[in-house]
Structures are given as C-alpha cells and as structure tokens.
C-alpha cells in the first residue's frame, strides 16, 4: 500500500533532481572547446581507411590497422581536376610527413632519418599535381596552390561550427552587457 510517506518518498527525489535539472548557459571556454573537438575526417596512408575523430586530434595511430591517420584534406582550386560534381562527395588526400611512423606501441614516433624524403610540395593536392608545370611555376602559384589545399570540414560539423559562433556571439554580449560595457 502506498501511504503517503512512501508516496512522498518517491517523488520527491524526482521533484529535486527535475529541479536541478535546469542547465546553466555554456562558458566561453567551454563554447571553444567544444568547437575543437567537433568531428572530422581523418584518412590511413597506405589503405586509405577513412576515420571520423575529434578534430583536435592530430595525427594518430588507427588501433585496427596500425597506420598513422592524418587530417583529410580538399583541394578549393576552382580548376582543380579532381572537383566532383555538385551534391558529390568532394576528392580528398592527405599531406604525409614521412619523418612521423608508427611506433610498436600505437603511438606516435619521429624518425629524422627520414627527413628527407619529404618533398617541395608537402600538402598540395596530388590531382593538381599531375596538371601543373613545376618547373616554370612562379613562387606566387606555387603558394596560391598550397593555400588550396584545406581540412575537409564534414557538413554536420560546419553546421555546428556556426551554431557554436552564434552562441558566443550571444554570450559574449551577455558578459558585456552584465559588465556594464556595450561596444
């Protein structure tokens, strides 16, 4: 039977956590900190493996291949040849330092013999490649390429990338206008 004791007993644990239950806005701390772990895409060097992790990650070691995966990349060249038509998923790469390996014991390892291997153009998109003529190249193209290549941001995650905006945007306003100040 349920007596009123016991009813009240029952409830009102409910009642207090229902009562705390009311979120507190984020910091702007946190607001920023959420941003950068927002997910992105991460690809293997030698499989290709796509890997979807948190943005600030860096390059890591995939536990079930034992590759190092790095940041996915786009090329933004309006003649790039590897552009997918529109609503496609767009061609991405990978900028590989070949003085980073896989180390044994799944982490991340620097071998500086290997320094050397790394080429002129580290991190430009390997379908432009093909087209450009390298050897009469200006070193304004040469950076004009380079700065092409950019971190493939999911869709989701921009979505998120401007909602997290937004509600710093109101938050800082918040904290102005709490401090007296409206410039």
Not at 147 to 172: D, F, G, I, M, S
């Amino acid at each position: 039977m349920c007596t009123p004791r016991v009813f009240l007993s029952l409830l009102l644990p409910g009642v207090l956590i229902a009562g705390c239950s009311e979120t507190r806005p984020k910091t702007l701390d946190e607001l920023y900190e959420e941003e950068r772990q927002l997910p992105a895409v991460f690809l293997t060097a030698e499989s290709g493996k796509r890997i979807t992790a948190p943005g600030n990650t860096g390059v890591f070691v995939d536990e079930g291949s034992g590759e190092l995966a790095w940041r996915a990349l786009i090329c933004t060249n309006p003649d790039c040849p590897a552009t997918p038509p529109t609503g496609e998923e767009p061609f991405l790469f990978i900028a590989v330092d070949p003085a980073l390996v896989a180390q044994p014991d799944g982490t991340v390892g620097y071998d500086r013999s290997r320094v050397d291997e790394a080429d002129n153009y580290f991190g430009n998109c390997p379908e432009c490649l093909k087209t450009r003529n390298l050897a009469g190249e200006s070193d304004e193209d040469r950076q004009r390429y380079s700065n092409w290549a950019t971190p493939y941001v999911l869709p989701e995650t921009a979505q998120r990338r401007e909602e997290l905006a937004e509600a710093r945007k109101q938050r800082e306003a918040e904290l102005q206008e709490r401090m007296g100040r409206t410039d």
